[in-house]
T-cell receptor, first 113, second 109 residues
Framework: EAGVTQSPTHLIKTRGQQATLRCSPI?????VYWYQQALGLGLQFLLW???????NRGNFPPRFSGRQFPNYSSELNVNALELEDSALYLC????????????FGPGTRLTVL | DAKTTQPPSMDCAEGRAANLPCNHS???????VYWYRQIHSQGPQYIIH???NNETNEMASLIITEDRKSSTLILPHATLRDTAVYYC??????????FGTGTRLQVFP
């Protein structure tokens, strides 16, 4: 069974540009979560989508947004990129229940120059 | 979600058992204890979780004290590939996992 997949693996942007990161959950999973891991820091929760709806949001500005498609895949969009947005962005998926285990993808490393 | 406390680093000889402690003294009755690990710059890997009973799977064992204020993750026969940062998380709703700084486990030959 395929795990969570993310694309691209690496992304290089300049300050002020927009970045789009993609995630495909494990087959049968309806919940998708996004986390940010800046260099040397822990994972910070960004967003949670379930059944196409945003269910919860972490302490990030509105320029971090996303959506979930009918096939449960998801996009994370970061507008007006800043240097401190450089980080590993991780996507996880779960079956969607309140206590279901999250399984993570390999991440997208975003570098903002 | 309850805060967890873990030692920042531990060493373990290859082939020996690695016992990673976690303190979660403020855990509530309906919060699970989850363990993940992250090998350098990869996505976190789920290891095991439990509520109050001890749990075992093909990767590890989880021992939770009777009062649930602490737990220990046991890797029975550590290998070099087990070198990673191990995160202990106490959570009820897994809508957002709160990762702390974890324990950096170094397995040496």
């Amino acid at each position: 069974e395929a795990g969570v997949t993310q694309s691209p693996t690496h992304l290089i942007k300049t300050r002020g540009q927009q970045a789009t990161l993609r995630c495909s959950p494990i087959s049968g999973h309806t919940s998708v979560y996004w986390y940010q891991q800046a260099l040397g820091l822990g994972l910070q929760f960004l967003l949670w989508y379930d059944e196409g709806e945003e269910r919860n949001r972490g302490n990030f500005p509105p320029r971090f947004s996303g959506r979930q498609f009918p096939n449960y895949s998801s996009e994370l969009n970061v507008n007006a990129l800043e240097l401190e947005d450089s980080a590993l962005y991780l996507c996880a998926s779960s079956l969607g229940g309140a206590t279901d285990t999250q399984y993570f993808g390999p991440g997208t490393r975003l570098t903002v120059l | 979600d309850a805060k967890t406390t873990q030692p920042p680093s531990m060493d373990c000889a290859e082939g020996r058992a690695a016992n990673l402690p976690c303190n979660h003294s403020t855990i509530s009755g309906n919060e699970y204890v989850y363990w993940y690990r992250q090998i350098h710059s990869q996505g976190p890997q789920y290891i095991i979780h439990g509520l109050k009973n001890n749990e075992t799977n093909e990767m590890a064992s989880l021992i939770i004290t009777e009062d649930r204020k602490s737990s220990t993750l046991i890797l029975p026969h550590a290998t070099l590939r087990d070198t990673a940062v191990y995160y202990c998380i106490a959570a009820y709703n897994t809508d957002k996992l709160i990762f702390g700084t974890g324990t950096r486990l170094q397995v040496f030959p």
